[in-house]
């Protein structure tokens, strides 16, 4: 992790921090950091403020930390906050998508949207993993690891319809919407010359979205786009398309 993140409620009255023995954060700051008392390390608040936390005492019982939120409120810049990238993707084995949560959250987007599809399985809707503190773990593992305090938010769906009938009601006017496919060309200028300050991605499951359901994402607004090289593995074909997303953003800034 580059950033220990601490919960709000984790704070005392006078923005100290106290963890026990057995605390992963306790096992990272001793054993990879290796700090001793009166080191800063780089710290936030989940869904709160960048800071630097002051280890004060390490003992056989803990750790304490004294948190000093930054001067300048990190919600306005990218490093804390989220990115204006929403992704829609098809359900994929619990332990692939343990990865692409954590790494779509250490990229910062705001939002991932998980629909069951034709060619999911439907026990993936059910896994271990969607119970809430489970969950909660793995974003806040990968903000930690991207440096952000911010967590995406999280939807869970039976069917790609139901999906796209939320993503419908967020639209905005200055949304562009992405499919990936390969053989696609790549940032058509009907992508990139549009005014763009938010982009929403659709990636398919571990087999791809069936022809009806690429049909429908057009339907709802979303043009192909095209990632270099060969077939890529779902989280893989997720982190190029952020990328890809971010590309459309800058492009018109």
């Known amino acids: 992790m580059n950033t220990i993140l601490f919960e709000q409620h984790e704070l005392d009255s006078e923005s100290r921090i106290r963890l026990s023995v057995g605390d992963k954060r306790v096992d990272h700051v001793r054993n990879v950091l290796r700090a001793v008392p009166g080191d800063r390390l780089s710290a936030g608040i989940v869904d709160g403020e960048l800071g ?12 304490v930390f004294a948190f000093t939120p930054s001067a300048i409120d990190p919600s306005v810049g990218e490093s804390a906050g989220a990115v204006p990238v929403a992704v829609l993707l098809g359900s994929v084995r619990p332990i692939v998508l343990r990865r692409l949560l954590r790494d779509l959250t250490s990229f910062g987007v705001d939002e991932i949207l998980v629909a ?4 999911s399985e439907r026990s993936y809707y ?3 993993l969607w119970e809430a503190a489970r969950l909660r773990a793995v974003l806040i593992e990968g903000a930690a690891q991207g440096g952000r305090t911010r967590l995406p938010r999280i939807g869970r769906y039976d069917s790609l319809p139901q999906a796209l009938g939320n993503a419908e009601r967020s639209r905005r006017e200055d949304e562009v919407r992405i499919v990936l496919s390969f053989g696609s060309p790549s940032l058509p200028d009907a992508v990139t010359e549009r005014s763009c300050a938010r982009v929403v991605l659709a990636v398919g499951p571990e087999r791809g979205f069936i022809e009806r359901e690429t049909a429908l994402l057009g339907e709802h607004g979303f043009v192909a786009v095209g990632v270099p090289g060969g077939t890529l593995r779902t989280e893989s074909a997720a982190i190029a398309g952020v990328a890809v997303a971010r590309s459309v953003i800058r492009a018109n800034d």
């Open 126 to 128: 059910h896994a271990k």
């Open 116 to 119: 069951r599809t034709e060619l």
């Open 52 to 63: 630097v936390a002051e280890l004060e005492n390490d003992s056989s019982d803990g750790m």
